[in-house]
């Protein structure tokens, strides 16, 4: 059984960075695909970005690219986000998510099957 554990987010001014770590345990995913997700308030949960294991081949969402960067350190099973160019509307639970099986779609919630608690992201103006 994976676990996922979030960290890092706060409150920052608009323009502002913050670096979100999701830690795994339990047993070795090299091949999982690992995914940022959020949920703003009244919306639904939307694609951030995502990261094949093995192959570090990267996926953004057009809303972040450019300012964010999702990275992965294998020896600590970790994944990171790293935020810069904070907007208010970046405010959100930002969650960590793992898939055991490759899919073709990253940016849907359905291939995820293991899901972090969620750490709050807020951006002021």
């Known amino acids: 059984q994976v676990q996922l554990a979030e960290s890092g987010g706060g409150s920052v001014q608009a323009g502002g960075s913050l670096r979100l770590s999701c830690a795994a345990s339990?047993?070795?995913?090299?091949?999982?695909?690992m995914g940022w997700f959020r949920r703003a308030p009244g919306k639904e949960r939307e694609f951030v970005a995502a990261?094949?294991?093995?192959?570090?081949?990267?996926y953004y969402a057009d809303s972040v690219k450019g300012r964010f960067t999702i990275s992965r350190d294998n020896a600590k099973n970790t994944v990171y986000l790293q935020m810069n160019s904070l907007k208010p509307e970046d405010t959100a639970v930002y969650y960590c998510?793992?898939?055991?099986?490759?899919?073709?779609?990253?940016?849907?919630?359905?291939?995820?099957?293991?899901w972090g608690q969620g750490t709050q992201v807020t951006v002021s103006s």
């Open positions: 998510a793992a898939a055991a099986r490759f899919s073709v779609v990253v940016s849907a919630t359905s291939p995820y099957e293991t």
């Open positions: 990261i094949r294991w093995t192959s570090s081949v990267t």
């Open positions: 339990g047993r070795t995913f090299s091949a999982y695909t």
